[in-house]
């Protein structure tokens, strides 16, 4: 007699109207930072968040990562989530009835102020994600996310539940759940002793407003391109203002929007180097 081989595949995720911790066999931390996800699709999760640096904190439980399945809130037999758009028009949107018991169930044990554990809605329509939106969501205690999908959310849930929307940029996904692996990974890195190295997460590209300078490693010469002599002079001071005017030119370059900004935080002219 054999024993049973033991099931290397996907994880199994069956419908459940309470939050499914995905690494509930993982220590978690007192306090930890945690990600709540209303979703159709819970499968879709850890995903790429369950790799790496984040995937390793995820383990180590100084983060923690939680689906809440949308489909056995659904009405009827079929358990529908979705109808028509009233006045008419293509596609369907998602149900205030179905989302609002999904919010409700999600809401348990979570702070009911917005500062302390954030609602946000992936959506097109919604402000931009920046690495400002992120610093202000680690120092949260955790988020509720939800991935909408067809085409779009009820506006009542949104004015019901002070719901905020947030965009990864000026195009449609498919679904939130791409979004909101996104938005995680933005968010969790920032927590201290996820990426081992804080000092990294200040010198990286927008910390500062600006885009990051140019990066170099061995060998010293490929294809006959060269590492700028400064960056192997061991002056150190000399480096720091080569990284700050690189970073100053790329973001004026390429970024006018950004640059424009940080000019007018600083009282610079974005057109020169003059105080205004």
């Not at 989302?99 to 919604?126: C, E, I, K």
């Not at 195009?171 to 692996?181: D, P, S, W, Y």
Request: net charge negative; charged share 25%.
């Amino acid at each position: 007699m054999t024993d049973t081989p033991k099931s290397h595949g996907r994880l199994s995720i069956s419908a459940s109207l309470q939050p499914r911790d995905l690494m509930d066999t993982r220590p978690r931390l007192k306090g930890a930072w945690t990600a709540r996800i209303i979703t159709l699709f819970p499968e879709a999760f850890p995903g790429v968040l369950g790799l790496s640096l984040t995937g390793r904190a995820l383990e180590m439980g100084l983060w923690a990562l939680e689906t809440v399945d949308l489909r056995p809130f659904g009405e009827g037999r079929h358990r529908n989530v979705d109808d028509n758009p009233a006045g008419g028009g293509a596609g369907m949107v998602l149900r205030p009835d179905v989302m609002g018991a999904a919010l409700d169930q999600a809401a348990l044990g979570t702070p009911t102020d917005r500062n302390r554990w954030p609602l946000v809605y992936l959506s097109p329509r919604g402000a931009p994600f920046t690495q400002a939106m992120a610093q202000r969501f680690a120092q949260a205690e955790g988020i509720t996310l939800i991935c909408g999908r067809f085409e779009g959310l009820d506006e009542r849930v949104i004015e019901e539940y002070g719901v905020e929307e947030v965009s990864l940029g000026d195009f449609v996904l498919t679904g939130g759940e791409i979004a909101a692996q996104a938005l995680i990974d933005g968010t969790v890195r920032l927590i201290p002793r996820v990426l081992g190295n804080q000092a990294s997460t200040e010198e990286e590209s927008f910390s500062e407003g600006l885009l990051e300078h140019p990066q170099y490693t061995r060998p010293a010469v490929w294809k006959g391109r060269a590492i700028p002599d400064i960056l192997l002079s061991g002056h150190h001071a000399k480096i720091a203002a080569w990284r700050k005017a690189e970073a100053e030119r790329l973001t004026k370059e390429r970024r006018p929007d950004l640059w424009r900004a940080y000019c007018a935080s600083r009282g610079r002219d974005p057109d020169g180097d003059r105080e205004l």
